[in-house]
Nanobody
Framework: QVQLVESGGGLVQAGGSLRLSCAAS????????MGWYREVPGKQRELVAF???????NYADSVKGRFTISRDNAKNSVYLEMNSVKPEDTATYYC??????????????????????WGQGTLVTVSS
């Protein structure tokens, strides 16, 4: 069973920094893409930063220049360095990983089952 475990959320003052971590467990999961979304109650979950399958990186316009995503493929981990945080960055941050379930192979198509896994979320609160 594949699981994502997030850590690093908490309370931070505006202008401060915070680092989120996410580690994927499960030996049968071949991750192609991994990143971070965030959600505020009453609003749609939005992309924050993401490593796509092709290796490119995407950032929400609202965090460009302030947040940096990085990864450690050997550890199946992704990180989000949050600098110069603002009160509007307050949200629950979710890690997501997408890839192949190596335990589920379809011989008819020659492909593995696509898998998308979400973490449980970590709350980031930025005080003004």
């Amino acid at each position: 069973q594949v699981q994502l475990v997030e850590s690093g959320g908490g309370l931070v003052q505006a202008g401060g920094s915070l680092r989120l971590s996410c580690a994927a467990s499960g030996s049968d999961f071949s991750i192609n893409a991994m990143g971070w979304y965030r959600e505020v109650p009453g609003k749609q979950r939005e992309l924050v930063a993401f490593f796509s399958g092709g290796g490119s990186t995407n950032y929400a316009d609202s965090v460009k220049g302030r947040f940096t995503i990085s990864r450690d493929n050997a550890k199946n981990s992704v990180y989000l360095e949050m600098n110069s945080v603002k009160p509007e960055d307050t949200a629950t941050y979710y890690c997501v990983a997408r890839g192949d379930d190596l335990s589920d192979y379809d011989e008819a198509t020659g492909t593995y089952r696509y898998l998308e896994v979400w973490g449980q979320g970590t709350l980031v609160t930025v005080s003004s």
